[in-house]
């Protein structure tokens, strides 16, 4: 039982750590001098924690065990269909959630009429 729940921690320590990191860099103020742009700022930063350092990686998770279902249920027609479908469900639901991302930055970038070119627009 000890090593069940220390295998389990440590892989979630593993996983977590570098999440709670990476969310430590995105404030772009401190204390009184915060303005608007700097809320903007924060805002932009949540979003693209949200969407490249969590979505990203459960959308992963998601399809390797999609994938595992489809592989070991080979024979079994109900529990196959249902792992295609949860298969379909998370590749469509990430594209609604990255075509989102890039069609609201496209029309900020229409809008900001910024100097550098949409692809680093698009990455800030």
Do not use: H, R
Not at 36 to 51: G, P, W
Not at 65 to 90: H, P, T, Y
Not at 98 to 111: A, D, E, H, P
């Amino acid at each position: 039982m000890n090593k069940k729940i220390i295998t389990s921690f440590l892989s979630l320590s593993v996983i977590v750590l570098p999440v709670v990191a990476v969310a430590q860099v995105g404030i772009p103020c401190n204390g009184p001098d915060c303005t608007f742009d700097s809320f903007i700022m924060l805002i932009n930063n949540v979003v693209k924690f949200l969407i490249f350092s969590v979505a990203v990686p459960l959308a992963a998770i998601g399809f390797v065990f999609a994938g595992a279902k489809l592989v070991l249920n080979q024979d079994k027609e109900g529990a196959w269909s249902a792992a295609k479908e949860s298969f379909w469900n998370i590749g469509i639901g990430f594209l609604i959630m990255l075509g989102s991302f890039v069609l609201i930055k496209l029309i900020l970038y229409q809008f900001l009429n910024t100097a550098e070119g949409f692809t680093l627009f698009l990455l800030q």
